[in-house]
């Protein structure tokens, strides 16, 4: 019954910046509070990989090739998650999609044209 919505995605050109969320529902504030908050991305004839992460702490981590262009936040009285994407490459395009625990939202494709 908990749900994850992601949204933001889009087209942009290289250069651009995204934001994406990912609002929870039918969650608790306690239990929202206490979880990391995970994005990954997906791309045709690739496995999903971890984009960045926040802890509960508000402890980030990135991966390699977003490290200084993305941020990843949390507003935990909203039930979001956010990450911002600027400098984006066409090499970013992919579906993000954004995780608490085992659920997992529906990924929000973003596409970088050059």
């Known amino acids: 019954q908990v749900q994850l919505v992601e949204s933001g995605g889009g087209l942009v050109q290289a250069g651009g910046s995204l934001r994406l969320s990912c609002v929870a529902s039918?969650?608790?504030?306690?239990?929202?509070?206490?979880?990391?908050l995970s994005w990954y991305r997906q791309v045709p004839g690739k496995q999903r990989e971890l984009v960045a992460a926040?802890?509960?702490?508000?402890?980030?981590n990135y991966a390699d090739f977003v490290k200084g262009r993305f941020t990843v936040s949390r507003n935990n009285r909203e039930y979001t998650a956010y990450l911002q994407m600027n400098s984006l490459n066409p090499e970013d395009t992919g579906i993000y999609s954004c995780?608490?625990?085992?659920?997992w939202g529906q990924g929000t494709q973003v596409t970088v044209s050059s």
């Open positions: 995780n608490m625990g085992n659920i």
């Open positions: 039918q969650v608790t504030f306690a239990l929202f509070r206490s979880v990391t």
């Open positions: 926040i802890t509960d702490a508000g402890a980030t």
